[in-house]
């Protein structure tokens, strides 16, 4: 922390010293019950956005007349544009309150999803998910430091839960409703609707999500300019442990994206047959990832994160065996699981990040979630190759390699203690 010099007691009012912080929300108090719902909503929102148009990928490659790879990109540019964006948002989050970051990027991207519905080529499509993916870096990271921020460190694994459960459940919500929706209307249609939607979550988060309490707009002093992130981030990427979780969030969302964007097509086409709206309920899979995801943060603050990290590797593991089976009960079980370990993995590594990083938090979230991301991009478009090429057993062993580095690294990848992390990191501007 900066000190103001000392200076001769006088009659001046002692008001002009700055109020100190309020201390971390704790379980039961109402700013920690406003945090959690508020959280929740963004996590709803975003992923919904974002993964909306998974089911809609066979349709876009009839209508269009791609190929899978091609049709993938819809969500692949989105995911990757917001990796990169991640690591802006991150440096604007400190020119401006963690909290005006998140709500103008949560109704930004409610409004390019109207957008989408209403362009007529592939091309403006493809710009417009984009920039979706640009906007929404406003609110991963940003949500995730604002939580190891203004969260009780022993609370904080409940509070992280219900926000990575969520995500889980605008993710499924997103993906059925769009599966819904289109085959009783259209994708257009459906595209509106949830942009209509995610604007109301984007009212309710703002109106209930309190002021952080970090100094909002303290980078204005000038005193931190670009060196600083850098030097921020290199610090962050030379912490081992930290290297661990970034790898773990590449192999989890690698594998979960993949599997998810081409068992749509695997499913519409022969044997099964299937339409979009029946396609669509594999995405109740996403139910067992918001337990899952609530359970873990508990678990992994009594018992320890290497266990569940491990568990939940061997869960995707397990889950993407059980796809090679043809019946589509065995698929949907396979599914499931992968759902379950998914969730349980990234509820555990995200806030193993903030407990690792003592300081800069926004910076160490920033490079996890911007390694989270570039697997689903690079890994989910890199998949249209091998299911074009390989079918289903060629896609189950991509993700079952991916997933064994996941294994590995989380049973035997280096673990450093926060007080040896905290040495690495450079002292937060804001402290």
């Not at 249609?189 to 979550?201: R, T, W």
């Not at 949907?332 to 800069?360: E, M, R």
Request: hydrophobic share 55%; proline share 6%; glycine share 12%.
């Amino acid at each position: 922390m900066v000190l103001a010099p000392r200076l001769p007691t006088t009659s001046a009012p002692s008001a002009a010293a700055p109020p100190a912080a309020a201390p971390p929300a704790r379980a039961g108090t109402p700013a920690f019950v406003r945090i959690r719902l508020a959280m929740f909503l963004a996590g709803f929102s975003t992923f919904a956005l974002i993964y909306c148009v998974q089911p809609l990928l066979p349709a876009f490659a009839q209508e269009f007349g791609l190929s899978p790879a091609s049709s993938s990109l819809a969500l692949s540019l989105t995911t990757g544009f917001l990796a990169l964006s991640i690591m802006v948002m991150a440096v604007l989050a400190r020119r401006f309150s963690r909290k005006q970051v998140m709500v103008a990027g949560m109704f930004g991207a409610a409004a390019l999803n109207l957008a989408v519905a209403l362009l007529p080529a592939w091309h403006g499509i493809l710009a417009a998910r984009a920039l979706e993916g640009l906007v929404l870096g406003g609110v991963p990271a940003v949500a995730m430091a604002y939580l190891a921020e203004e969260i009780a460190p022993e609370d904080l694994g409940r509070a992280m839960g219900l926000y990575i459960g969520g995500t889980a459940f605008g993710a499924m919500v997103g993906r059925i409703g769009m599966g819904i929706l289109t085959e009783f209307g259209s994708w257009r249609m459906a595209m509106e609707v949830l942009g209509v939607f995610c604007l109301a979550a984007s009212i309710g988060f703002a109106l209930l999500l309190p002021p952080s309490r970090q100094t909002a707009g303290s980078g204005h002093d000038g005193n931190v300019g670009f060196a600083f992130h850098l030097k921020a981030w290199g610090a962050h990427l030379a912490n081992p442990a930290l290297q661990r979780l970034y790898l773990l969030g590449f192999c989890l969302t690698s594998v979960f994206s993949t599997v998810f964007n081409y068992a749509t097509f695997r499913l519409v086409g022969a044997p099964y047959g299937l339409s979009p709206s029946m396609v669509s309920l594999i995405f109740l899979t996403f139910g067992f990832g918001i337990v899952s995801s609530s359970v873990a943060g508990s678990l992994s603050d009594r018992l320890g994160r290497r266990p569940m990290l491990v568990t939940a590797f061997g869960v995707i593991l397990t889950g993407v065996l059980v796809t090679l089976g043809q019946p589509i009960v065995l698929i949907c079980v396979g599914i499931a699981l992968i759902a379950t370990g998914f969730f349980i993995g990234h509820s555990v590594a995200s806030s193993a990040v903030g407990a690792a990083a003592k300081g800069n938090k926004g910076h160490a979230t920033a490079l996890y979630l911007m390694f989270y991301y570039a697997g689903a991009s690079l890994t989910g478009w890199a998949g249209g190759w091998f299911w074009q090429h390989g079918g289903w057993p060629g896609l189950a062993g991509l993700t079952a390699g991916v997933c064994l580095l996941g294994l590995v690294v989380a049973a035997f990848g280096p673990r450093v203690s926060p007080v040896e992390a905290a040495a690495r990191v450079v002292p937060d501007a804001r402290d």
